[in-house]
């Protein structure tokens, strides 16, 4: 008997689902008066939740009216991907003011998320800029909950790193606090650059704004955020509502990193005069913030790094070399030219240092930032030169080689592994370039009959590579080594 009942209730949920599939009303309101519950589920779908991803409006408002689940995920689309979402967020996302009225009146968690990404109406009204949605789902009760609001996606429309950031910096709110609420959301403003919900926020939260802790987290990345868009207009507002100028966001870096970054020399210079400190507090560090001087030469901004190195007096040489460091490891070419080149002083490298710069430089295969290395930098030494052209040639930095053959590196140098000359290096490889600079090795007197420890010779190795190939391109570009060395030999 009960089996049987259990196949009875079992048709008659399937009928159910199938007619509000189907947009019967009428169907649906016979089977729900006979007694089939109005929350009969089928393969994860409820009756209301498969009314209201059709738009059957009448079914779903009954359902809706007789005790369904209105927080029952429903099948959707965003931008093409399947999402599962409560039917409150589907309403924001579609800017449906009465339809998340009367949901919330008929027992909608205001609060329900995303079952992907844990956003919440709230989370995407912010983050597309409705303030009306806004207004409407913060009158309702909505709130940011850090249980809720786990992960912030890019679904959002948020700049990936933007919502990293404001995920991390979420760890330290209270769940439910109205203002947190006001700080995420002025987070979320500043970082999308709507500033009519920022200024609504300052105008109805104002007080809250100035004496939540919050100030100190979720303001600073507000700050920052607000410093990346370069809009002068909020950073000034934020300053003026307590965010501190030096404070530190999640990461460890503050809104002069942030001007840093974005290049804004202006901004950067505003910020110091309201009190960004981009000078270090320690006596015994450089009078200049490291971590904001890696920022301008990472970052390739010259015009920042020269306002920072402006900062150091006695100690501007210890940091002309660290920063033109940073700069040949980053490859930013200019900056390190302007180093070089900006001072009428040579620069003086420890051996060490020297020979890591020039060999950087080689591996990147940037000729002016080696000639700035050769003709600025102080005790450049033969094997620095030969070191290089070594390098170079088994990079097959055909103008490299040229360059440095220029300086009076020795074209039979021999390397410390294998005792191979700068030919055998260039001899053996694959590559466009490696025919221009067998060339330039033997035009510049290249010894074509010195053996290396494996008793070969430059030809013996292009030959030995010709052996190892079976794709024709790659036999072509050896084959014309191979040419080039017979030639020479005879």
């Known amino acids: 008997m009960m089996a049987h009942d259990a196949v009875k209730a079992f048709y008659a949920a399937s009928e159910l689902l199938l007619a509000a599939r189907n947009g019967r009303v009428d169907a649906v309101e016979r ?9 009969a589920s089928n393969a994860g779908d409820s009756a209301f939740s498969t009314a209201f991803a059709r738009r059957h409006t009448r079914v779903y408002r009954f359902l809706a009216g007789h005790g369904a689940d209105v927080d029952h995920p429903v099948r959707f689309d965003v931008e093409g991907k399947a999402q599962h979402a409560p039917a409150v967020v589907i309403a924001t996302i579609e ?7 009367f949901l919330v009146e008929n027992g909608a968690d205001v609060n329900a998320n995303v079952t992907d990404n844990r956003a919440t109406a709230l989370s995407w009204a912010a983050w597309r800029g409705d303030l009306d949605m806004t207004k409407l789902l913060l009158s309702l009760g909505a709130r940011i909950s850090r249980s809720r609001y786990k992960e912030v996606s890019e679904e959002l429309g948020a700049h990936p790193k933007q919502a990293r ?18 700080w995420i959301l002025m987070a979320i403003a500043c970082g999308q650059q709507h500033k009519t919900l920022a200024g609504y926020l300052w ?26 868009n370069q809009d002068w207009e909020l950073i000034d507002r934020l300053l003026k509502t307590g965010v501190p100028v030096n404070g530190r966001c999640e990461d460890g870096s503050t809104a002069a990193h942030a001007a840093i970054g974005v290049g804004s020399l202006d901004l950067l210079k505003f910020l110091v005069s309201c009190g960004a400190n981009v000078v270090s507090t320690s006596p015994n560090m450089a009078p200049v913030d490291r971590s904001a001087l890696r920022h301008a030469v990472y970052h ?20 002309r070399v660290e920063a033109l460091s940073m700069a040949v490891q980053a490859g930013q070419v200019v900056i390190a030219q302007d180093l070089l080149y900006s001072s009428p002083s040579l620069i003086s490298l420890s051996t060490l240092r020297r020979m890591q710069l020039i060999d950087v430089a080689v591996t990147i295969g940037s000729v002016e930032v080696v000639a700035g290395l050769l003709d600025r930098v102080e005790g450049i030494q033969q094997r ?20 440095l053959l220029a300086y ?10 294998g005792m191979r000359l700068p030919l055998h290096a260039a001899a053996d490889r694959v590559g466009p370039t490696f025919q221009n600079v067998v060339d330039i090795l033997l035009r510049h007197g ?22 190892t190939l079976r794709d024709a391109r790659s036999r072509e570009l050896v084959q014309g080594i191979v040419d080039l060395l017979e030639q020479f030999d005879r």
Request: charged residues 25%.
């Open 203 to 228: 105008k109805h939260y104002e007080d809250g704004l100035r004496s939540s802790p919050l100030v100190r987290s979720v303001g600073v990345l507000a700050l920052s955020f607000a410093v990346e």
């Open 95 to 101: 800017q449906n003011a009465p339809l998340v009225r």
């Open 384 to 403: 620095d030169l030969d070191a290089a052209l070594s390098k170079a040639s088994l990079m097959g930095h055909d103008s490299l080689v040229s360059l």
């Open 31 to 39: 089977l729900v008066k006979s007694g089939v519950s109005v929350n």
């Open 165 to 182: 950031r404001l995920q991390r910096t979420l760890l330290m709110v209270e769940d439910g606090q109205m203002e947190a609420t006001a």
């Open 300 to 319: 390739g901004h010259v015009d920042v790094m020269r306002y920072l190195l402006s900062f150091a007096t006695s100690s501007f040489e210890q940091l």
């Open 408 to 417: 009076g590196a020795d074209v039979n140098s021999t390397n410390k592994f």
């Open 446 to 467: 290249s010894d074509t009959l010195e053996c290396d420890s494996f008793g070969e010779t430059p030809l013996d190795a292009a030959r030995r590579k010709l052996s």
